[in-house]
């Protein structure tokens, strides 16, 4: 090779280097551009693209608040549970652990594949709601991509059937769906929070970066029950129930000074805690005592003999011929049980006289009765705040409808719940006066309204005594060591336009003690079956034995104990 070609050669590969030289110089200064432009100008974006990956938004759960009985017993609190969820999108079909989960769910491999494939264009799909937290860590354990787990809470009844139909119930998601649960809802909910945390690729929580929106506590809320009263009323109305063959029942106790309901039972009932075997899910969840109306019979006497008192026409010395015991009104027949012959207004409740009071009613003026169950508030919802709670029904009947104003008088043809019977019961032993009732605890009593002179309530109550006494038709009713007042009722029902000759509500309406009153009691049993079915068989020795149990638990000093020593000795 020549020297000429020699240079040629060195000069070619002087140049290749330099050309290299150049394109990787080229490359670092590209590179370092792109470096700057991504730490300078697309810094931003980089980091949004980045936490969109990582970071998360999280629910905050909030805790629903407690519901408790007057003295801050448990009615309904809220215990945490764990939720299953998949995103069908990153779950794999395939995978080990798919038996293992499908049993932690109470299912099979086969219908779990099943369930995610039919949602696999989904991100979002419930597995299970409402686990404990143990199970809830075994599935977490699994470690399976595209499961996870999130925290709630779930609504738990410790009282269970005894105070269901009062307190009510939850959803699966915590929304009130009967009950106080539905009727104050607004107040018990908490309002759910939420925060920003990190995840790593198989979606686990590894860090919590801050609190996006508080979480909000739900209110707890105390009601006017208390759940000793709770129990043992509703195992007496159960017992009389079951024994008796009835259909239901209900029983409502009132604190005689505040208007607070003390308790509130009925039958049939259900475990709200497990509602999978509810079966007839209206008649078991009705509160009947609230929301079921019926014709009182003769409880409403004692108002008929209150409302003659005040017309001023009849006096405690007023007697009533009703010989030869049945009356003709405008082609009506209308009976007592026998001839009574001449009464004084008090016999004729200790008698149960229907010839009594109808006489009373039609000789005042045609308004006079009704105005003053209307007083007392019959007709007209309570006011509890309670779901479907009824008015029940008090019709006007003009000055012609003779035969309507008779049968009024004696609880036909009107219609009242128990709760509303209980109410109208209160006067007779606040000494004419009459408060609101009230499901919830009371700081103070609220303003009382009069709505009879204190001297005719307090001779009505002495009156309805003598019911309770020798020769009164609610002797059952009484209660060893304490003076009771009462009155019985018993009312055919209704039946395809007319009354049922073998069907029947029986119902004792009742204060006691009589000195210094302390509460009010309705007990009601509907179609009671067996042989007994007056108010003063059935429905009287649930009365005595509710109450009585109350007055014992609640301290109130007996004012009977000339009766309770001679009662003792004859044992």
């Not at 004729?348 to 039609?362: H, M, Q, R």
């Not at 204190?454 to 009713?477: F, H, I, K």
């Amino acid at each position: 090779m020549s020297d000429e070609q020699s240079i040629q050669t060195r000069a070619a590969r002087g140049w290749r280097l330099w050309l290299v030289f150049g394109l990787l110089l080229l490359i670092a200064v590209a590179i370092a551009g792109k470096m700057l432009s991504l730490n300078v100008q697309e810094q931003a974006f980089l980091k949004q693209q980045g936490d969109a990956r990582v970071l998360r938004t999280a629910v905050i759960p909030a805790h629903r608040g407690m519901i408790s009985d007057r003295n801050g017993q448990p009615l309904s609190v809220s215990a945490p549970v764990s939720t299953v969820w998949v995103n069908p999108q990153e779950f794999d079909l395939k995978h080990g652990s798919i038996d293992r989960l499908a049993a932690l769910l109470n299912s099979d491999r086969p219908a779990l594949v099943k369930k995610v494939s039919r949602f696999r264009n989904k991100q979002f799909l419930y597995l299970k709601r409402q686990m404990t937290p143990a199970e809830a860590a075994k599935v977490e354990a699994l470690d399976l991509p595209g499961v996870y787990v999130d925290r709630e809470y779930k609504r738990f009844y410790p009282a269970a059937e005894v105070a269901t139909h009062l307190v009510g119930f939850t959803n699966v998601d915590g929304k009130g769906q009967e009950g106080i649960e539905l009727a104050f809802d607004d107040w018990l909910q908490g309002v759910p929070g939420k925060k920003l945390v990190m995840k790593d690729l198989l979606g686990r929580t590894v860090k919590h970066i801050r609190e996006v929106e508080p979480m909000t506590q739900g209110h707890d809320l105390q009601l006017s029950i208390d759940l000793r009263l709770q129990y043992l009323a509703y195992r007496e109305l159960k017992a009389a129930v079951q024994a008796h063959k009835a259909d239901s029942g209900a029983a409502v106790v009132l604190d005689a000074h505040t208007g607070e309901v003390l308790a509130m039972v009925n039958q049939p009932s259900y475990n709200p805690n497990d509602r999978s075997n509810l079966g007839d899910g209206m008649k078991a969840l009705r509160n009947r005592a609230l929301t079921d109306t019926f014709e009182p019979g003769s409880t409403m006497k004692p108002i008929t003999v209150a409302t003659a008192l005040m017309s001023g026409q009849y006096s405690l010395n007023s007697v009533i011929d009703t010989s030869p015991g049945y009356m003709r009104v405008r082609g009506k027949t209308i009976r007592d049980h026998r001839n009574y012959g001449e009464l004084d207004i008090g016999r004729i409740i200790t008698k149960s006289s229907n010839v009594g009071v109808t006489k009373l009613a039609l000789s005042m003026h045609e308004d006079a009765v009704r105005n003053t169950m209307q007083n007392l508030g019959l007709g007209r919802v309570p006011g509890t705040g309670f779901p479907g709670e009824q008015a029940g029904v008090l019709p006007y009947y003009p000055k012609k409808r003779t035969v309507e104003r008779a049968t009024m008088s004696y609880g036909y043809g009107l219609s009242v719940t128990p709760l509303q019977l209980a109410q109208s019961y209160m006067p007779f032993a606040t000494g004419g006066v009459m408060r609101p009732v009230s499901l919830l605890k009371l700081d103070r009593p609220e303003p009382a309204t009069r709505v009879m002179p204190e001297e005719v309530a307090d001779s009505v109550l002495r009156m309805m005594e003598t019911v309770t006494q020798q020769g009164g038709t609610g002797r059952r009713a009484a209660i060893s060591g304490y003076r009771v007042a009462g009155k019985t009722g018993t009312a055919h029902k209704a039946s395809n336009g007319g009354y049922a000759d073998d069907r029947y509500i029986a119902v004792f309406a009742g204060v006691a003690p009589v000195i210094n009153p302390e509460i009010v009691a309705v007990v009601m049993v509907d179609n009671p079956k067996n042989q007994e079915y007056y108010g003063g068989e059935v429905a009287a020795p649930v009365f005595s034995r509710i109450v009585g149990g109350a007055l014992r638990m609640l301290n109130v000093a007996p004012d009977n104990w000339q009766t309770a020593n001679t009662q003792m000795v004859m044992k």
